[in-house]
């Protein structure tokens, strides 16, 4: 509980130290914050429950980023709480903790834990009803509790669609073991495990799902190859460079490959020896095992049949519980043999790589927003500075950019709107860019950087300035940044990958 409480003001600090992204502002804006019919409109970047929950923490707490990222933060004290039940479960104080912090440390699950997604409530949830099911069998818990189950994993289901086929393929196959564990009442348990779960599906979402279009799935993998390159990247990122010291960064960082591949080998082998065993532990690792290889296997029938994307990154982040907790579950029915302690060195090993890899300043899939914030203020000072009040943005900036002029009222700034990199227009005063693609209009527009982050390429480029006058690529030059106070480059928080 001590380290929950820590892991939940680490979450906290990130929530109010991170940049907004620009998913999280398209959807906050466009949805939450939107007219009231925007809630239910049927897309798939609006994660209803998420939605809802923003839509009501906004009307309480008022426009800013810690609002709009309270409802992923409730689904971060859901996850922590089921994860203590789960670890809960098994036995050695050592094991115990190196389990917890594989599934709540894992940085693939932490930043989803913060973003203002419907991601950390969809996983919440789903870790919840599997916590609740291993009690159910376990203990033999009254049918009432299958109810809840029920109810939980069509929670997941509602704050966030992708979650659909992994939340039915788990409900299915722990229903199935609780079915067999309890067969006399195995029809009942059917009645409670469906039904709850039905109503609330068709309460929250039957209008969203029979209005939604085949086009707006359109995000993720096109084979099982990328899917899986896509989970392993997301689980396992580069180390911080601020917590591994230079020497021993390139060791560390290539351990992370053996480290992956050992521990899909492991699982492997302990599903095949947990075959013919009778432990709760083992029957949770067979039945999670089933539901992880069903997901993949009707995602792949959708992917073939229908068109429907493969899982790719965020879209597949329920992957991570279940495996780590397969791997968990496999290892501790095992009593003082070799599988308990290889599995036990497999997940020391992991919560060591996961607990360098912890950061504050920026999600994995949109690096690019790292500096949104200070780009803001930024250009705010060159509205002040030099009276400009029109920036051509490129779009990876503009959805949180609109998001900090609406919180900081800056309404004497105009909306930012999309530009594409073919198509800078070539008669404004200032540009805000990613560096790589701004790159050839800065040569042949003989613009100014104003601002410039190595570590992700963020620019803000100026053509002509009433109050300094810049002039040329490179113009600025660092005698002259102490004089005039200009910004150009922020600290480069991490190595180039």
Known sequence: MLASAAVFCYLLARACIQSVTIDEADSFLTFATGPPWAVWYPSAANHLLNTLLERLSWTIFGFNQVSMRLPALLGAVIYLIAAISICE?????????AVFVCLVLNPFVLDYLVAARGYSLAVGFLLAAIALFWRILDQKHSLQWVALCSILLALSVAANFSFAIADLMVGATLLTAVAFSQRRQAALAGIYGILPG????????????????????????????????????????APNPEIVNELLYPMWSWIRIPLCAAAV?????????????????????????CAAILTVALHWLAFHKIGLPLPKARTGLFFA??????????TNSFQRNRWRAHGTVV???CAAYFLTCLRFHYFQEWRFNE??????WVARDIERRCGIHDFATEWHYVAALNFYRMQYQAYSMKPFVAVHKDSFPKDKDSYIFWYFDGEPLLKSERLA????NESNGTTVAVRACNSVQLSGIGAVMPAKIAATGIVFSSPNRERAN
């Open 89 to 97: 479960r098994f036995t050695g104080a050592f094991f115990r903790l």
């Open 198 to 237: 039905a109503a609330v599906v068709l309460f929250l979402c039957s209008s969203l799902l029979l209005h939604s279009r085949g086009s707006e799935f359109y995000y993720g993998a096109r084979s099982l190859h990328e899917m899986w390159n896509s989970l392993r990247d997301a689980a396992f990122p």
């Open 265 to 289: 080998v492991l699982l492997g082998v302990q599903i095949a020896a947990l075959l013919v065993r009778r432990q709760a532990s083992a029957l949770i690792a067979i039945t999670l095992s």
């Open 321 to 330: 519980p279940l495996l780590t907790l397969i791997l968990a579950a496999g």
């Open 347 to 349: 997940l020391t090993l």
């Open 371 to 376: 500096d949104t914030k200070q780009v803001f």
């Open 449 to 452: 950087v104003w601002y410039h």
